[in-house]
């Protein structure tokens, strides 16, 4: 069983040095593990890389299926442990990176003090790294921003996070209408990035065209030039609060119509849920609802 976990997460991780760091296991000592796996089965289960390891079509299978099993052997452990109303086990949480930079810490903290036998797992990633994780089962439950249908997973609203026309400092604060918004030099994620499709849809809509002086998918970087004046951009507010605050940026409300986007709650249909999930996403809902009503999460409404 341990010779499973660890190749599901050499698979997972594409590297066995990233996955002996996560399984806290010699690097040497987890390439042994694979030899003997591959001694026993008879058969070629990584291919290596200049970057890493990729699954070979044997390998992809092994991981597939030991997926399931330790999935099984998770459930039954809870089942056979459910006598004295505990909750024990591993829930695996993906989130997008500016969902993690406001949710994480509370999450992480709820979790301790009301379930403490609970192992909580975050992981981050754009909304379709999200949503391919929970298709493959690499992650129990998922936070994306809603878009396409996406098969066999059920979906729960979580929140709306209104959107903002991001300016340097200087700027007028008072709200812009959408078609302003839009007219404006910008600077905007790839066009793969799931904000910038809704940003091109909008304009699509409207009859727009954009004005895109940089694409950028760094935030940090893209902040520091709309910051520099060379353009603005369209974002949340949780991503710029601290630098709207010090006066380093300005951030205005989109009107005429609002512009916004939903946060999800993704579970796979194809998984038998655990004793853990729906006391789990409970405790998240409440966590997000405290946040937004505290005022710690600026810009959204439930």
């Known amino acids: 069983m341990r010779q499973l976990r660890s190749f599901v997460q050499i698979v ?26 591959e001694d026993e089965l008879g058969v070629r289960l990584l291919s290596r890389h200049g970057r890493g390891v990729i699954a070979t079509e044997e390998g992809q299978t092994l991981a597939d299926r030991a997926r399931k099993v330790l999935e099984d052997v998770e459930l039954m452990v809870q089942d056979i442990t459910a006598r004295d109303h505990r909750l024990r086990g591993t829930i695996t949480l993906g989130l997008p990176p500016t969902v993690a930079e406001v949710l994480a810490t509370p999450l992480v903290a709820d979790t301790l003090r009301l379930y ?32 396409a249908k996406v098969p066999l997973v059920r979906v729960q609203p979580l929140l709306m996070e209104r959107l903002f026309l991001i300016q340097p400092p200087g700027s007028p604060q008072a709200p812009i209408s959408l078609r302003e918004a839009l007219a404006a030099t910008t600077i905007l994620p790839s066009p ?27 935030l940090p970087t893209l902040l520091a030039f709309v910051e520099r004046g060379a353009g603005s951009t369209v974002l949340p507010l949780v991503s710029v609060f601290p630098l709207v605050q010090a006066g380093r940026l300005v ?51 439930l």
């Open 116 to 147: 403490p036998e609970v192992k909580l797992r975050i992981t981050t990633g754009f909304s379709g790294h999200v949503q391919d994780w929970l298709q493959r089962g690499t992650i129990d439950i998922g936070l994306t921003y809603q878009g």
């Open 12 to 37: 997972e991780l594409g590297s066995i040095t990233a996955a002996a760091e996560r399984l806290q296991i010699a690097q040497p000592a987890l390439s042994r593990q694979v030899q003997a796996l």
């Open 192 to 218: 793969d990035h799931g904000l910038r499709k809704l940003i091109d849809q909008a304009a699509l809509q409207n009859g727009v065209p954009l004005n895109i002086a940089l694409e950028i998918d760094i």
């Open 251 to 301: 951030a205005r409300p989109i009107e005429e119509p609002a512009l916004g986007r939903m946060l999800v709650i993704w579970t796979s249909l194809n998984r038998q849920p655990s004793r853990l999930m729906r006391p789990f996403t409970e405790m998240l809902n409440n966590t997000v609802r405290d946040l937004v009503t505290s005022g710690e999460w600026p810009g959204t409404t």
